[in-house]
């Protein structure tokens, strides 16, 4: 569904990563992974076209999703950024009510039985019946784990086909992590899911393929890509078989 080729981002004149080639089958989830500055936010940043808000910054090669060419200037970011949703590392639900989290991007594009829709999201991420009796009161007021989950929520409730998200449980605490982490292995089959993360067991857990970015000369590149029990119990690379196992990373 997402095929990538040949991808690297440039700020300025230093480049990120490069050489990137990388498919993602439909309905799968895919684990990136790889020490600090290797590139993964940036790789992630051109799949859903966040690359071009950062002033300087430069994609080139390919990314397709479903045949459609990413990164073609003219493409509708509007249009686009509804069929790829994207989860950060710290919640950030808007200073609305926990209702309009989800209805106000919902009107926004267009949407119709929205009541209905923004209790779908909230089931959909385990939240209904831990709010349905405060729907009103200001979504900053939830704990992080459950802004975590509205933020999923709010970004299925547009019915993306792809769901990126990046280290969506690092700022979370050990619970609240095994429940929207759940929550993320449950998009398993319905979404096309690429999920950065620093937590190998969490990638073992949850992703269909693993990634493993790592970094040569300043610059970040794709070190092995695999089906994920291959790449932790057989890797290909010292790199990998080095990061996996913790002796290096
Ligand atoms: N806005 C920016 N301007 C300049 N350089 C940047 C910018 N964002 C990232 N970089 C650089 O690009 C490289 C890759 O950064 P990126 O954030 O993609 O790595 P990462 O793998 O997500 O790291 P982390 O695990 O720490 O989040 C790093 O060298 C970083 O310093
Ligand atoms: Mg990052």
Not at 161 to 173: F, I, K, N, R
Not at 205 to 228: C, K, P, Q, S
């Amino acid at each position: 569904m997402i095929a990538v080729a040949d991808l690297a981002v440039h700020y300025r004149d230093k480049c990120a990563f490069s050489g990137v080639n990388l498919s993602v089958p439909r309905g799968t989830v895919t684990a990136l992974v790889g020490p600090s500055g290797c590139g993964k936010s940036s790789f992630l940043s051109c799949l859903n076209r966040l690359v071009d808000m950062v002033p300087g910054a430069r994609a080139s090669g390919r990314v397709e999703l479903d045949g459609c060419d990413v990164l073609d200037p003219r493409l509708d970011l509007v249009a686009h950024r509804r069929r790829v949703g994207m989860i950060f590392q710290k919640p950030n639900p808007f200073p609305l009510s926990i209702r309009e989290n989800i209805a106000f991007p919902l009107r926004e594009h267009g949407a119709r039985d929205v009541g209905e829709r923004v209790e779908a999201a909230l089931r959909a991420v385990g939240l209904w019946t831990e709010v349905n009796d405060r729907l009103d009161r200001p979504a900053l007021g939830l704990s992080g784990g459950q802004q975590q989950r509205l933020c999923i929520a709010r970004a299925l409730a547009l019915e993306p086909s792809v769901v990126l998200l990046d280290e969506p449980c690092s700022a979370l605490d050990p619970i609240a992590s095994g429940v929207v982490e759940d929550h993320v292995a449950s998009l398993r089959g319905r979404y096309t899911v690429v999920i950065v993360t620093h937590n190998l067991a969490q990638a073992r857990r949850i992703a269909d393929h693993t990634a493993v970015f790592w970094v040569r000369g300043g610059v970040g590149y794709l070190a092995e890509h695999g089906a994920t029990p291959q790449v932790f119990g057989s890797p290909r690379t010292d790199v990998a078989a080095a990061y996996v196992s913790g002796s290096r990373g």
